[in-house]
Structure formats: structure tokens, C-alpha cells
Antibody, heavy 117, light 107 residues
Framework: EVQLVETGGGLIQPGGSLRLSCGTSGFTVSSNYMSWVRQAPGKGLEWLSVSYSDGSAYYADSVKGRFTVSRDSSRNTLYLLMSGLRADDTAVYYC???????????WGQGTLVTVSS | AIQLTQSPSSLSASVGDRVTITCRASQGISSALVWYRQRPGKPPKVLIYDASSLESGVPSRFSGSGSGTDFALTISGLQPEDFATYYCQQFNSYPHTFGQGTKLEIK
């Protein structure tokens, strides 16, 4: 079955760091366009980043310099390393695949990150 | 960054109704627009890509139109599972912004 599973969310203090993982099955993460999207409680979707198979990445201004995307081909896993976390980073974080470069066709169920003291 | 503005922000309708949601881009994005449906507690699901192409497996009651700056999603014959929140997203340039969402509620 083709799927994505996000893990690593939880409660973290302001200023802290956290690494989210996006485990994949049924396809190879290293050869696909992958994105991270988040959704604050009761709010809309916010695009965070895209990671291409050549290793290039782009980020939203709201997370640029604080969040970094990486891949581990041996584990078929995508990561989101988050640092300098703030209360407004509290959200459900989704990873998603772009089978083409034109839309996100496969989404995980999301993992909740809560930034609070 | 390109801003996407959806109208209306919320909408009430009945099963069987035809509804249209619009998405306006702050600058031209050609046809690089996607529509998603998100049910409560679930991730988004793609409905329409390239402004008017129906994703495989999506019912034909969903249709998309537009290019440039003005786009629309039409649902013809609402079903109970369609009462959800709808988002547009542009893929023309980074960041790949989303609209603010349109919540479709049962009348």
C-alpha cells in the first residue's frame, strides 16, 4: 500500500528543536517531490517547504532559516528539522507527495506539534 | 508571494444543490491551480489539478475552470460527504500558497 506516516510530534518548549519524520511505503521518497504543510488548530493550510529529488529545497518565509528538510534514502524517509520553535508553530504537520510537480496527490495523516511552556 | 483569496469563506447548501467556490490569485498563475477537499480530522484530498483536470477516482460532479487570476470549483449535486472545507493552492511560483479555505455546511 502506498502511504505516508508522520511521526515525531509532541509538546516542546518555546525555543526548542524537534525532528519530524515522514515514513513512506510503496514508493521511493528519494525520487519524488515532497512537501511539508501545516495546519494550526482551527485554521487553514500553510505550505512550508518542497524538497526535490536532486536535493534542492524551498521554504516559506515563516520558517526559512529555522526549518530544514532532509531525506534518508536508506530508510525511505523524509525529515523536517525544526528549531527556534515558537508558539505560533503549534499545528498539525503533514508531509505530502507530488507525483507530478503540479499537485500533492498523497498525504499522511499528520502529527501534532504543540509549542508551549 | 502570490496570495489566493477564496470566496465565499463559508457557504450553506443542501444535498443535491449545485455550488461554486471561487479563488482569485493576486497575480497571474496560468493554469497552475489545484483544488482540495478536507473533511474534519483528515488530510486534504486532491480533486482538481491544472485548474480543470479531474484527479483519477474523483467523481465527475466536481469540475474546475479558469486561468490567469480567476478560478472556480463547481460541485453539481452535493453529496453528504461533500460538506467539508475546500482549499485552492497555486503551483506557479514559490511559496506554493493556499487559499484561506471555504467551509461548506449543510443548510
Amino acid at each position: 500500500e502506498v502511504q505516508l506516516v508522520e511521526t515525531g510530534g509532541g509538546l516542546i518548549q518555546p525555543g526548542g528543536s524537534l525532528r519530524l519524520s515522514c515514513g513512506t511505503s510503496g514508493f521511493t521518497v528519494s525520487s519524488n517531490y515532497m512537501s511539508w504543510v501545516r495546519q494550526a488548530p482551527g485554521k487553514g493550510l500553510e505550505w512550508l517547504s518542497v524538497s526535490y529529488s536532486d536535493g534542492s529545497a524551498y521554504y516559506a518565509d515563516s520558517v526559512k532559516g529555522r526549518f530544514t528538510v532532509s531525506r534518508d534514502s536508506s530508510r525511505n524517509t523524509l525529515y523536517l528539522l525544526m528549531s527556534g520553535l515558537r508558539a505560533d508553530d503549534t499545528a498539525v504537520y503533514y508531509c505530502a507527495r507530488g507525483l507530478t510537480y503540479r499537485y500533492l496527490d498523497l498525504w499522511g495523516q499528520g502529527t501534532l506539534v504543540t509549542v508551549s511552556s | 508571494a502570490i496570495q489566493l483569496t477564496q470566496s465565499p469563506s463559508s457557504l450553506s447548501a443542501s444535498v443535491g444543490d449545485r455550488v461554486t467556490i471561487t479563488c482569485r490569485a493576486s497575480q497571474g498563475i496560468s493554469s497552475a491551480l489545484v483544488w482540495y477537499r478536507q473533511r474534519p480530522g483528515k488530510p486534504p484530498k486532491v480533486l482538481i489539478y491544472d485548474a480543470s483536470s479531474l484527479e483519477s477516482g474523483v467523481p465527475s460532479r466536481f469540475s474546475g475552470s479558469g486561468s490567469g487570476t480567476d478560478f472556480a470549483l463547481t460541485i453539481s449535486g452535493l453529496q453528504p460527504e461533500d460538506f467539508a472545507t475546500y482549499y485552492c493552492q497555486q503551483f506557479n511560483s514559490y511559496p506554493h500558497t493556499f487559499g484561506q479555505g471555504t467551509k461548506l455546511e449543510i443548510k
